[in-house]
């Protein structure tokens, strides 16, 4: 049979498709990592049905402010207000002279805890500043929480100059112990965390990551106490009980899922 020029361009065509099928390879797909189970709107401020049945304590509902007051006060300012189910300090609305504006200060929740394991989840601002701050006492003796009470560093590392120094970046033991490894997120971005301190064993977690591990009220506890700005402060770090405190420290800051059981 003739062959003709365009019979040969369809073999050709044929024989190059084949061999191109052939010769390529599959693509292969991977599974990507299972996420973090992410907070969803429903799941806010609420306690789950194993969470209630573990003894644990909800510390704001979403709704209002019952339970958390100022420092030494009765009351709490109007700058502390609530946004989008979080517990959040409008900086925008303090005055000029923001450590001493009576509408903001240092907040915290009306009641005593000793041996416990405490949650939530925070934010910050762009280049923003804030704490957390456990056992803290109040009374006249007392100008502030951080007078007595231990903090976890909130911060905005890269941004604010605080980052600068180890032991005042975010997770770390304010001032005494800088966080094993970095894991705290951007601006804006969710953070969670875990302070458990029971029988003088403290540990600070941040986004699933063991951060800081120490014993207190030890001699070494004691003397790092001794070699540090802390020494100059009566009764800091020696209370075995006492309130939790969310700092004002002029910046914008949001707190939600907040959450304490007792241990022991």
Known sequence: MKRTAFTYLLVFLFMGGLFLSCNSKTTETKTPEEPATPTTETSLNQLTAAEAAEGWQLLFNGENLDGWRNFNKETIGTNWIIEDGAIHLNADA????????GEGGDILYDGEFENYEF???????????????????????????????????????????????????????????????????????????????????????????K??????????????????????????????????????????????????????
């Not at 303090?94 to 504006?101: C, F, L, S």
């Not at 207190?216 to 001794?226: G, V």
Request: negative net charge.
């Open 94 to 101: 303090k005055g000029t002279d923001a450590w001493v504006d």
């Open 119 to 209: 949650r939530l989840e925070w934010k910050i601002g762009p280049c923003g500043n804030s704490g957390i701050i456990y056992n803290a006492q109040e009374g006249e003796t007392y100008d502030h929480p951080w007078r007595t009470g231990m903090e976890m560093q909130i911060l905005d590392d890269p941004c604010h100059p605080d980052g600068k120094l180890p032991s005042h970046r975010a997770g770390s033991l304010y001032d005494l112990i800088e966080c094993s490894e970095t894991t705290v997120k951007p601006p804006g971005e969710w953070n969670k965390i875990r302070i458990v301190l029971n029988n003088g064993e403290l540990e600070h977690w941040q986004n699933g990551v």
């Open 211 to 264: 951060v800081v591990s120490t014993t207190l009220w030890t001699p070494e506890w004691e003397a790092m106490l001794a070699g540090s700005k802390f020494k100059d402060f009566p009764g800091y770090g020696t209370f075995k009980k006492g309130k939790i405190s969310l700092q004002d420290h002029t910046d914008p800051v949001w707190f939600r899922n907040i959450k304490v059981k007792k241990l022991g």
